[in-house]
């Protein structure tokens, strides 16, 4: 559980989640900075600095399934190459 919000695991692993409206993705520095270029995206900084390798995509860019499960399987791709 994520302060305020949900997270969810793929092989013990934060993977991705939801604090308030938006969506919270674990990419990896790689993907992260890639993802950082896009629309709506931002560092995720809820400890007050940001966290290297995890991004905040705000609502606006989770607006249609298509999008939503773009970012999640970005995020689920990431996973599913870390070490048990």
Do not use: K, S
């Amino acid at each position: 559980m994520l302060f305020g919000g949900i997270a969810f695991l793929l092989h013990g692993h934060m993977c991705c989640g939801v604090i308030h409206a938006d969506l919270v993705l674990r990419l990896g520095a790689e993907g992260a900075d890639e993802a950082l270029g896009q629309p709506f995206t931002r560092p995720m900084d809820f400890t007050g600095r940001p966290m290297n390798g995890y991004v905040y995509v705000a609502p606006g860019g989770t607006a249609t399934a298509a999008a939503l499960h773009a970012w999640v399987r970005r995020a689920v791709l990431f996973a599913d190459f870390l070490p048990p």
